[in-house]
């Protein structure tokens, strides 16, 4: 079993900056995990991808959304999977979920393990 926690949500202004993080624990997920992934959910929205990261070889991907703004990184001695949001938006704004894929991709089906989910609200 995989367990992930997120953590780093807030209230900000447009134009700032915010970190999120998510750290993985439990026996299996070193074994598990391909990728690692963020999703994000706004009011009334379907879910939708944000950023992934291989695992083991660090290659990312991007929703055009977020592209240039948005970096998703790693610490694999900490089993941790980082999110750094500059340049923020209103619609931004969203419930932003880690996910942990034994495929990669980036579909919501693709990942199996999610966590509870850290709000993120930018004010105009």
């Known amino acids: 079993q995989v367990r992930l926690v997120e953590s780093g949500g807030g209230l900000v202004q447009a134009g700032d900056s915010l970190r999120l993080s998510c750290t993985a624990s439990?026996?299996?997920?070193?074994?598990?995990?391909?990728?690692m992934g963020w999703f994000r959910q706004a009011p009334g929205k379907e879910r939708r991808f944000v950023a992934a990261i291989t695992w083991s070889g660090g290659i990312t991907a991007y929703a055009n959304s977020v592209k240039g703004r948005f970096t998703i990184s790693k610490e694999n001695a900490k089993n941790t999977v980082y999110l750094q949001m500059n340049s923020l938006k209103p619609e931004d704004t969203a419930v932003y979920y880690c996910a942990a894929s034994h495929s990669g991709g980036t579909l919501e089906a693709d990942y199996d393990y999610w966590g509870q989910g850290t709000q993120v609200t930018v004010s105009s």
């Open positions: 439990g026996r299996t997920f070193s074994s598990y995990v391909y990728a």
